[in-house]
Every structure is written in C-alpha cells, then in structure tokens.
C-alpha cells in the first residue's frame, strides 16, 4: 500500500521549488504547444490545515487502512484538544473549533493522508498533482 498518492509533491527528499518550477513549465509549454486549455488550482497550505475536519481526518486513515488503534488515538487527540487562556486572575478553558492542526508534528502527515484519499477517489486521470511549499 502506497503511503502517498505518486500525484503528491509535497514532503519528498528532492528540490522541492526546483521541481515544481520545472514540472509547471513544462506543463505550460505543453498546453501553449498542443493549444489545450490548462485549468490550475491553488491552496494556501496554511489554511488547508485547519480546513480538514476530524470525521475527514478518521475516514482517510480508515480508508487508507491504518490501524483502528492508530485511528481511534488521533480521534482521541484532535476530540479532547483543549487550549487555556489567561489574562491577568482569569482562565478560560477553549475546544478549539477546527481539528488539524498547523505545526503539529503529525499535521503533514495527516493532512497528506486526506489529500491522498481525495485524489485516488476523485482525480482518476494521471492531469492531477499536489505540491507545498514552506
């Protein structure tokens, strides 16, 4: 079982901005070349994080066939997260609203794994990628 989906660029030991500035100039002389419409989509990653939702996170690591406990200690983290603030004599006790976040170590991981779910149930052709930047 593939970890990644071939189609994602993003997290793999090479030169990252190299790469990308390749692959979308050839697809660019590509399009221009041949006359085909070219249509590119981008995200801002750090928004894409807090995008994914906890039952988006569990169903793409249960497709992806991760181990239920695996799972259910994910489930777990991002359900029972809290964050405290505290002004002056006061606390406040907050459940964050969104469930992956940025920064975490597992975040990429997690959040690849939603990409990589995505793109093998609904980007059937070999015309789809995913690439990052930091």
Do not use: W
């Not at 997290?11 to 190299?18: A, E, H, M, Q, Y």
């Not at 997690?110 to 930047?133: D, G, Q, R």
């Amino acid at each position: 079982m593939a970890v990644l989906d071939c189609r994602q660029r993003a997290f793999i030991p090479v030169d990252g901005c190299g790469e990308n500035v390749h692959l979308l100039g050839t697809v660019l002389y590509e399009a221009r070349s041949k006359i085909r419409a070219l249509f590119m989509a981008t995200v801002y990653r750090a928004k894409a994080f807090y995008s994914v939702t906890l039952d988006a996170l569990v169903g793409a690591l249960q497709r992806k066939g991760i181990a239920d406990e695996f799972v259910e200690y994910v489930h777990q983290l991002y359900d029972l997260e809290t964050t405290v603030l505290r002004f002056q004599y006061k606390s406040l006790l907050l459940r964050p609203s969104k469930e992956v976040r940025q920064g975490e170590p597992l975040s990429p991981v997690l959040l690849n794994s939603v990409v990589h779910v995505f793109l093998t149930e609904h980007c059937k052709e070999e015309n789809a990628f995913v690439s990052a930047t930091d």
